[in-house]
């Protein structure tokens, strides 16, 4: 069974850094590339960042490049999320995500990451 | 940016009726290699998402024939049939034909 557990969520004053991690089990990690999504509160879903299985290739939008890193450790069947500069509109559920195709196929439970003063 | 226009915002539906969302996308979504790439998520309350449909049309793994999804170019529509109480939440659209991937802003489907 596929899962996914993502930590290091918490809250964090605007323009410090964050590092977030997600734990994946029940799947060949290395095979895949994986994924970052998040939803702030009551809202919609937006995608962050995602890698490829080496690590060699990451893709971000504009509103994170930049300021956010995605790496994984194959070893530790981990992905990483270090988020820097972090602003008010970042505050949202973080989502790990497997990827299949571009697309998300499984999903962790998330992790809440509130910028706040 | 492709942006995905979801409507309705929200349906309210009597058990054992049908549903259907549509989702009409500012760009076409067929990709250079003849695939397209959008895919519906349903997030059931205080759940993360979970797929539904790939590729326009293809049930994810375990996900009931009850959802059928259809369309090419920029229309796109999700059938929910005979809907059963597990099936409220919000349902997303989602495209990863064109950089960066987007979501549509959600339908929200309501049990009357």
């Known amino acids: 069974e596929v899962q996914l557990v993502e930590s290091g969520g918490g809250l964090v004053q605007p323009g410090r850094s964050l590092k977030l991690s997600c734990a994946a089990s029940?799947?060949?990690?290395?095979?895949?590339?994986m994924a970052w999504v998040r939803q702030a509160p009551k809202k919609g879903l937006e995608w962050v960042a995602t890698?490829?299985?080496?690590?060699?290739?990451?893709y971000y939008p504009d509103s994170v490049k930049g300021r956010f890193t995605i790496s994984r450790d194959n070893a530790k069947s981990s992905l990483y999320l270090q988020m820097n500069s972090l602003k008010s509109e970042d505050t949202a559920t973080y989502y790990c995500?497997?990827?299949?195709?571009?697309?998300?196929?499984?999903w962790g439970p998330g992790t809440m990451v509130t910028v706040s003063s | 940016d492709v942006v995905l226009t979801q409507t309705p915002v929200s349906l309210s539906v009597t058990l054992g009726d049908q549903a259907s969302i549509s989702c009409r996308s500012s760009?076409?979504?067929?990709?250079?290699?003849?695939?397209?790439?959008l895919e519906w998520y349903l997030q059931k309350p205080g759940q993360s998402p979970q797929l539904l449909i790939y590729?326009?049309?293809n049930r994810f793994s375990g996900v009931p024939d009850r959802f059928i999804g259809s369309g090419s170019g920029t229309d796109f529509t999700l059938k929910i049939s005979r809907v059963e109480p597990e099936d409220l939440g919000v349902y997303y659209c989602?495209?990863?034909?064109?950089?960066?991937?987007?979501f549509g802003s959600g339908t929200k489907l309501e049990i009357k």
């Open positions: 995500a497997r990827v299949e195709d571009w697309y998300f196929d499984f």
């Open positions: 029940g799947f060949t990690f290395s095979n895949y590339y």
């Open positions: 890698i490829s299985t080496s690590g060699s290739r990451t």
């Open positions: 760009q076409s979504l067929e990709y250079s290699d003849g695939y397209t790439y």
């Open positions: 590729e326009v049309s």
């Open positions: 989602f495209q990863a034909t064109h950089d960066p991937l987007t």
